[in-house]
């Protein structure tokens, strides 16, 4: 019977032999002191709270962590854990986030304590602006919709003109409006982004 011997490894340095040791016991964020010990920075907390982030992508609505739902922890903890778990989804080396799904969430997302409440997660205003820009008749296009009103100003067309799109300019409206004042039979509205005109 063999005795049992004991086996030493030699790492090139102490970078490597320092990445080893985080690999198999990796208690803390990268970047986080050796000393520093992060109680949440747990795979079962970034379980937990990935479920509430897919949801939250999904419907875009804000979570609320209420404190009397934790009655267990203290509201610091909970904030703790909350951005533990989130530091463990994000940190590359523990492969929950390969194509930076979460690590974009957290870019539009605020973490936000409120007093006596919970923790409340959110997106930012920013991202969630319902409109874009609106699509507008540029100068260049001008004779094209300026060319469609004459012409129903002058046909016999009874249905309302109505050209949207516009970004006019005082002076222009103005001018407009000289245009139309003249002209008899008819009911207009000019405004920097749209000219209505009925036949009465």
């Known amino acids: 019977m063999e005795d049992n011997k004991q086996i030493t490894i030699t ?32 795979l079962v907390y970034a379980e937990w709270l990935l479920k509430d982030i897919d949801a939250m992508i999904a419907d875009r609505k804000r979570r609320v962590y209420r404190y009397a739902d934790f009655p267990k922890i203290s509201p610091s903890s909970l904030y703790l854990r909350i951005n533990q778990a989130l530091m463990y989804i994000l940190d590359s080396e523990n492969g929950l986030d390969p194509d930076y799904k979460y690590a974009k969430f957290r870019q539009q997302v605020s973490i936000k304590r409120i ?44 249905n309302p003109f ?28 000019v405004s920097s982004k749209e000219i209505k005109i009925i036949k009465s």
């Open 162 to 189: 109505h050209q949207q799109g516009l970004v006019l300019t005082e002076d222009e409206i103005a001018q407009i409006e000289l245009e139309l004042s003249g002209l008899e039979n008819i009911l207009y509205s």
């Open 11 to 42: 790492f090139p340095d102490g970078k490597v032999a320092k990445q080893i040791v985080n690999l198999v016991v990796k208690k803390r964020p990268s970047g986080w002191s050796r000393r520093s010990y992060a109680t949440y920075y747990k």
């Open 115 to 158: 007093a006596r409440e919970g923790i409340v997660l959110e997106f930012d205003e920013i991202f969630e602006i319902e409109r874009g820009a609106d699509i507008c008749v540029g100068s260049h296009d001008t004779p094209k919709w300026k060319k469609k009103m004459d012409e129903y100003l002058e046909g016999d067309d009874i």
